[in-house]
């Protein structure tokens, strides 16, 4: 009926069609369980549930916040209207300071406890990550 | 004076790029001969931007603030070794050295390829000439590097700490120069295409470029990627970060087209796919420096940038793209006579499997780094992507790669028997038996790493029996692959048997578990020449009653005032014993991490191992002629 070469062609656009749509299906399938949002204290008081997913937190250490025992470390995430107390055991980067830009990433426990698993560093003193400072800016 | 000189030397590389467009075109329409003016011009234009660079380097070096760029990165405490890596540490310097590379390979093409046709020479000149223009213009407009301040600053602002580094010195002009190597593989390949120039003679001319920049990318990865080891202090060699991502999807792509062209060169076929690769090897490369520069990415390794930077590259991208697509689909001819004429067990079927593999990795790689910036644009979530995702899509997929990889180079070009050999049955078992031994006794999940784990072992045993029987004609395949054998094998290993503690402590206190006893003992101050540091002594026994001493140290540097942690290390072939203290503000606790992580030295020697065999293929060549 076709040729060789015809169903060698068909055959071959068949199976680059099949690893596209495979692939796509793997990457998006894998994106919706791996995704990390990022939310502001604020936005954690409006939420209607908890989910038992990982997120970021994003605001400012607290003034006088800090308070360290021998395995875990307690601050507070401040966006200067809302607050969350972070309960953490880690490693803490060093451009962690009061006063400054902080992303801690981990889950809810409830609306005011977060249970921290990674502090995220950043390289830059002049850094604030852009979700704090338009929260600042709002302010 | 030496920023005054650098702006004009500047300036008149961009009139050298007018002059050399101009003796290009009237060469290429009227003159049989090439003419050598044209060489003569491109070494000025070279030359000129040597002496920009060295006009910056000069400025650097006297720490003339009057110039903003050495004003905002440098300072007059800073060691000299750093104030000379100061001058490609920042943005402006940078994208110099960028223009530098980009202007020293072409020249160093035209000197090579005498062999090949005038016509196809000059156009890849006047395609590289396009790139040089962009690039003269970006720097001269957004990110001039000889801005003048008034009045003039008595000091400066300082190299943030953490670049302070040797590894971090030479990391960035050796990646350059694989990112700007694959400049002229994309002028080359449009040229070529143009003039319908393929061939196989043309595929084993721009092999070497492409080996050429293929090496210094995986070297200048090699090199980002241990400095992230001890200098970040997080103990980890990769972060799946954004801008680590923008250096592995070339490094990817390049890869990919390495394989397709000895595939060209043996047998003319995928000629198409190798014009994609080289146009999309050179824009992601592109893709890499808009992205790392615009601070559109949420990155753990973001520096304070500029967006208007970002515009004016994703423009001039859009403008190469669209340039390279319309070339491609309006002079680049199919061969007729000659089309892909291969049975499905053959050489090219495994490479082309292999080439499947690693663009459904690159498409990972892309999706997981751009989807964020996506979805941000569209509806305003703030998401990042992080490890788990690219482990989960990735890994699995490493198995099939590996194997395949391992049975590929047995395979004859065109046409290969379904032979029962022996040997390649016995290797499976050995594997699968030595891995199941290894994975069994430990806590995790028993079927995919063991399966993994074969693979590996599978590559390792077949590569290693090639170096005893084959010939030196596959030396540098056999040594690249085994490479990879052994990083993969050092990864798994790694992650399954690292041991980590973290813990916060007191002069004076000691933490215990059932494995290890920490003693913090005491702390030593110093002052050096820009910082000071504190030096934390730590006795470590392990379960044998063995003592280790360890010393990770602070530093408070004074301008810019940042604190850095400097790991301490204890290598030795097997494993690598990292400490690092961190400092808690206003606390007298320190945060410590101890980490124990086996096999590190073998993940660096074996990436070495990779681009060797890319350096021996390299000379090989030469030797044949």
């Known amino acids: 009926m076709y040729g060789r070469k015809v169903k060698l062609r068909f055959f071959f656009i068949l199976l680059i069609l099949i690893t596209l749509v495979l692939s796509v299906f793997l990457i998006l399938k894998s994106l919706e369980e791996n995704v990390v949002y990022f939310q502001s204290p604020t936005e954690i008081k409006f939420l209607s549930e908890i989910e038992k997913k990982k997120i970021r937190i994003g605001g400012m250490v607290k003034i006088d916040s800090i308070d360290i025992e021998l395995k875990e470390v307690k601050f507070i995430i401040t966006d200067l209207k809302n607050e969350i107390n972070v309960i953490y055991s880690g490693v803490i980067p060093n451009l962690f300071t009061e006063g400054k830009g902080v992303v801690a990433e981990g889950y809810l426990k409830d609306k005011n406890f977060f249970l921290a698993t990674k502090i995220l560093a950043k390289h830059d003193e002049n850094y604030m990550p852009p979700e704090v400072k338009a929260a600042l800016e709002e302010k | ?625």
């Open chain 2, 1 to 625: 004076m030496a920023s005054l000189i650098g702006l004009y030397a500047l300036i008149f590389g961009l009139c050298f790029s007018f002059l050399i467009v101009f003796f290009s075109v009237k060469n290429f329409r009227n003159i049989n001969v090439f003419d050598n003016k044209i060489i003569f011009l491109t070494f000025l234009q070279f030359f000129f931007v040597v002496v920009s660079f060295l006009g910056l380097i000069l400025s650097f070096v006297v720490s003339d603030f009057s110039n903003e760029t050495v004003f905002n990165h440098s300072h007059t405490t800073k060691p000299l070794f750093y104030k000379i890596s100061g001058t490609w540490g920042n943005h402006e310097g940078s994208l110099l050295l960028w223009l530098l590379v980009l202007t020293l390979f072409i020249f160093l093409f035209l000197l090579k390829s005498k062999k090949q046709t005038k016509q196809y020479r000059i156009l890849t000149l006047l395609f590289q000439q396009i790139i040089i223009i962009g690039f003269f213009i970006f720097l001269i407009k957004t990110s001039n590097p000889f801005n003048y301040i008034f009045p003039v600053p008595d000091e400066g602002l300082g190299l943030n700490p953490i670049l302070q580094d040797p590894a971090l010195a030479i990391h960035p002009p050796i990646l350059y120069l694989g990112y700007v190597g694959s400049s002229i593989i994309f002028s080359s390949t449009l040229a070529a295409t143009s003039l319908n120039y393929i061939s196989k003679e043309w595929a084993k001319h721009i092999k070497q470029w492409v080996l050429v920049s293929w090496i210094f990318l995986t070297l200048g990865i090699l090199l980002g990627s241990i400095w992230a080891y001890y200098e970040l202090g997080w103990g980890g060699f990769w972060f799946w970060d954004p801008v680590e991502n923008v250096s592995l999807m070339p490094w990817l792509a390049l890869t990919t087209l390495l394989h397709c062209i000895l595939v060209l060169e043996k047998r003319l076929v995928l000629t198409s796919w190798v014009v994609i690769l080289s146009i999309s090897t050179f824009t992601l490369s592109m893709c890499g420096t808009f992205l790392v520069r615009s601070g559109i990415l949420n990155s753990v390794h973001t520096f304070a940038n500029d967006p208007e930077r970002g515009l004016y590259i994703l423009i001039f991208l859009f403008c190469l793209i669209f340039l390279s697509l319309f070339i491609f689909f309006f002079f680049h001819k199919v061969e007729k006579k000659n089309i892909g004429n291969f049975f499905w067990l053959s050489k090219e079927t495994s490479i082309l499997i292999n080439n499947w593999f690693m663009m459904y990795f690159l498409s990972v790689i892309l999706i997981g780094t751009v989807y964020p910036i996506f979805l941000e644009v569209i509806s305003s979530d703030k998401i990042s992507v992080g490890p788990p995702f690219y482990n989960k899509l990735i890994i699995p997929f490493l198995i099939p790669f590996l194997l395949a990889m391992a049975i590929g180079p047995k395979l004859n070009w065109i046409k290969s028997e379904l032979k029962i050999k022996s040997y390649l049955i016995l290797f499976l078992l050995i594997s699968l038996l030595l891995s199941i031994f290894i994975i069994k006794s430990l806590n995790i999940n028993f079927l995919l790493n063991t399966i993994l784990v074969t693979s590996a072992f599978y590559l390792f045993f077949i590569t290693s029996r090639d170096f005893f029987i084959k010939k030196f004609k596959f030396f540098s395949q056999t040594i690249a692959h085994f490479g990879f054998s052994l990083l993969i094998l050092s990864i798994l290993f790694n992650n399954i048997f690292s041991t980590e503690i973290i813990t916060n402590l007191r002069i004076g206190e000691t933490f215990h578990d059932e494995k290890f006893k920490i003693n913090f003992e005491n702390i030593e101050k110093r002052n050096e020449q820009n910082f000071k540091s504190f030096i934390g002594k730590f006795n470590i026994e392990n379960f044998n009653g063995n003592v280790e001493i360890l010393r990770p140290e602070l530093r408070i540097y004074n301008q810019p005032n940042i604190v850095t942690s400097e790991a301490d290390i204890k290598t030795n072939l097997l494993t690598d014993k990292f400490m690092t203290m961190n400092l808690v503000q206003n606390q007298d606790y320190f945060n410590i991490r101890y980490q124990i992580k086996p096999f590190m030295f073998w993940i660096w020697f074996s990436v070495l191992l990779i681009s060797f065999g890319g350096i021996i293929s390299l000379f090989q060549r030469r030797y044949e002629r």
